[in-house]
């Protein structure tokens, strides 16, 4: 099982940002995905999560309002979009994939793609 994170970069504030989860190895479709984040000497931080099909979303607080996530099973992907970024969103970005939604332990992880909001 592999999850790819990419899209991160360097971004302005206000700008907008496109991550992309990509997977394979596994049933894309029977598993929910999350994207977490962490900035160095902080804690890894629950940003958003979508369920398999309908495909219920669930956002953090911060998050609400800016950042959409969305999915393809066509693709065996997953997208957040991050809009009206704010400095400090800055972290490295991961997403997860469990059969559960909002699961307590995820079972699988990418390796991170880092997003950086400055002017």
């Known amino acids: 099982v592999q999850l790819v994170e990419s899209g991160g970069g360097v971004v302005q504030p206000g700008g907008s940002l496109k991550l992309t989860c990509a997977t394979s190895?596994?049933?894309?479709?029977?598993?929910?995905v999350a994207w977490f984040r962490q900035s160095p000497g902080n804690r890894r931080e629950f940003v958003a999560a979508?369920?398999?099909?309908?495909?219920?979303?669930h956002y953090s607080d911060f998050v609400k309002g800016r950042f959409t996530v969305s999915r393809d099973n066509a693709k065996n992907s997953a997208y957040l979009q991050m809009n009206s970024l704010k400095p400090e969103d800055t972290a490295v970005y991961f997403c997860?994939?469990?059969?559960?939604?909002?699961?307590?332990?995820?079972?699988?992880w990418g390796q991170g793609t880092q997003v950086t909001v400055s002017s």
């Open positions: 979508i369920s398999r099909n309908p495909g219920s979303t």
């Open positions: 190895g596994l049933r894309f479709y029977d598993y929910s």
């Open positions: 997860a994939a469990d059969e559960k939604f909002l699961a307590y332990d995820y079972d699988y």
